[in-house]
């Protein structure tokens, strides 16, 4: 039972990521699915990996909290962001956002695939496969890397609430 819903779990993370580094390079509606469908899949990974961990429960349900922590703030994030893109989808399918946003869009997605990387290597490391649970510093550089994102996608909104062009 692990072993299928752990290749599922996979699969919608290198979907997510896949689907993440495509949208760097895409332009118009195209980008607004692409970014749609791959934070879904981010979210759905994240939160089936976060169930798993629990239902694994080798440690007690407050180290496991405070392991997740980093899992907490990537999914708010990728809810954010997903919520940005579905509400002002129109204005950036158009382009009718400020020159900045693109850069600043596409280093949050930079940050979130870093994220996923470091994430993979703390899952991979012997402390995760008999504990369950996220090790203190890789748990650290996630945290801080979900700030930063939080911070990064947080420009963006303000981006496209308040400075926007007519194309």
């Given at each position: 039972?692990?072993?299928?819903?752990?290749?599922?779990?996979?699969?919608?993370?290198?979907?997510?990521?896949?689907?993440?580094?495509?949208?760097?390079?895409?332009?118009?509606?195209?980008?607004?699915?692409?970014?749609?469908?791959?934070?879904?899949?981010?979210?759905?990974?994240?939160?089936?990996?976060?169930?798993?961990?629990?239902?694994?429960?080798?440690?007690?349900?407050?180290?496991?909290?405070?392991?997740?922590?980093?899992?907490?703030?990537?999914?708010i994030?990728?809810?954010?962001?997903?919520?940005?893109?579905?509400?002002?989808?129109?204005?950036?399918?158009?382009?009718?956002?400020?020159?900045?946003?693109?850069?600043?869009?596409?280093?949050?997605?930079?940050?979130?695939?870093?994220?996923?990387?470091?994430?993979?290597?703390?899952?991979?490391?012997n402390?995760?496969?008999?504990?369950h649970?996220?090790?203190?510093?890789?748990?650290?550089?996630?945290?801080?890397?979900?700030?930063?994102?939080?911070?990064?996608?947080?420009?963006?909104?303000?981006?496209?609430?308040?400075?926007?062009?007519?194309?």
């Open positions: 039972m692990y072993d299928f819903l752990s290749i599922v779990i996979n699969a919608f993370g290198i979907l997510g990521i896949i689907m993440s580094i495509v949208s760097i390079y895409i332009i118009g509606r195209d980008l607004i699915i692409t970014n749609i469908i791959s934070n879904s899949f981010l979210i759905i990974f994240f939160v089936l990996l976060s169930t798993q961990i629990i239902l694994q429960k080798k440690s007690q349900l407050t180290e496991i909290l405070q392991s997740m922590i980093s899992v907490f703030l990537t999914i994030f990728l809810l954010f962001s997903l919520f940005l893109k579905i509400s002002y989808q129109e204005r950036i399918s158009k382009n009718n956002v400020y020159t900045g946003y693109r850069l600043i869009s596409n280093a949050s997605t930079f940050l979130l695939i870093i994220e996923m990387f470091v994430f993979y290597g703390a899952t991979q490391t402390e995760f496969k008999t504990t649970l996220i090790p203190n510093y890789y748990n650290l550089f996630l945290v801080i890397l979900s700030l930063i994102n939080i911070v990064l996608i947080s420009v963006v909104g303000i981006m496209l609430k308040y400075f926007y062009t007519d194309g």
